[in-house]
């Protein structure tokens, strides 16, 4: 019986992630930028949830470092783990400048590469070596941002002063995302034949504390005039919201605030109007691919390049 529920689950396990016996299971060492950042933990924890009940790896061959947000910490992280001789890493870069130095001295130690979040330059994917970058375009979310605006009654002008005057609170620029999402959420109106003004633009670093200080420091200085205030991720969105309540507007009313990453929190805020969208970054979707790269990269196969993973717009 015993032996034909073991055969069984193995089955099952071979079904999905391909770790068909514990014994078989791929030491795995992971890093993630920083354990303080609310996408990256929910990331974090179904990737390790994935790995461990969905491919059978046993929780004691995985390692999951916080890289403190500190890179010189991170390379330490990382060079423990080629020590230690895993057989795959999983790598969201507190800097995405290391990756090269990352990449080299992996390949040199046979250990294949899935960097995750934050998306090396393509002249080093272009490098030597068994890696891969797994992640959503973030051009995709910015003009999804841009489309949400564009489809609401004013088209993002509530002044009426035949423009769309914004503030742009931006993520840690570390991360290719806020580059993007800050470009292509603008350009979706502008392509669409907008005139937009930009009132103010500062780095928040995907920070809600950060986010509440900026959007209140911009609604201060520029009161009624703010139409929109785009927030490169939801954490920051969440911060912002607190500060339009704090200077007595009203999201939907006289103010749209967009955000990215779909925290549960903030599709109930879309739901109830306190919130004018959000962009799922699919956290499930991505950290499964990630781990299906790794686990078949630890089994010697040859990754590809790019893994992507699509972005949902979010309304009402
Ligand atoms: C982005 C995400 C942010 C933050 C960042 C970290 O994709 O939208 O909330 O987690 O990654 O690099």
């Known amino acids: 019986m015993k032996k034909i529920l073991a055969i069984l689950m193995a089955l099952v396990i071979v079904a999905t992630c391909g770790v068909a016996m514990a014994e078989d299971a791929p030491k795995i060492g992971i890093t993630i930028y920083q354990f303080a950042d609310n996408f990256m933990t929910l990331y974090r924890e179904e990737l390790v949830r994935y790995l461990t009940e969905d491919c059978g790896v046993p929780a004691e ?58 998306e090396p330059t393509a002249e080093d994917m272009a490098l030597n070596g068994n890696f891969c970058y797994v992640g959503a375009d973030a051009r995709q979310s910015g003009t999804m941002q841009g489309n949400i605006v564009l489809a609401t009654e004013n088209k993002g002008d509530f002044n009426g002063n035949g423009q769309v005057d914004y503030v742009m609170i931006m993520g840690d620029p570390e991360n290719v995302d806020a580059q993007y999402r800050t470009e292509f959420s603008v350009k979706a109106l502008t392509d669409a034949g907008l005139t937009v003004n930009k009132l103010f633009e500062q780095r928040g670093d995907w920070d809600q504390t950060k986010g509440q200080e900026l959007a209140a420091t911009a ?19 969440l911060g912002a919201y607190q500060a339009i309540v704090d200077a007595g507007r009203v999201v939907g009313e006289d103010i749209y605030l967009l955000g990215v990453d779909a925290l549960a929190e903030c599709v109930e805020m879309v739901n109830n109007g306190q919130m004018t969208g959000t962009v799922l970054n699919d956290h499930n979707g991505q950290s499964h691919t990630a781990a299906d790269a790794a686990l078949k990269a630890a089994k010697g196969e040859t990754l590809e390049k790019y893994y992507w993973v699509d972005y949902v717009m979010v309304t009402k």
């Open 61 to 118: 061959n995985i390692t999951v470092m916080d890289g403190k947000n500190d890179q010189a910490e991170q390379t330490n992280q990382i060079d423990a783990f080629i020590a230690d001789n895993v057989d795959v890493m999983i790598i969201n870069l507190v800097q995405s400048s290391s990756a090269a130095s990352v990449i080299q001295k992996a390949d040199a130690a046979g250990i294949p590469v899935v960097f995750i979040n934050r």
């Open 219 to 237: 609604l201060t200085q520029f009161g009624n005039d703010v139409d929109v205030i785009f927030c490169n991720n939801d954490a920051m969105a």
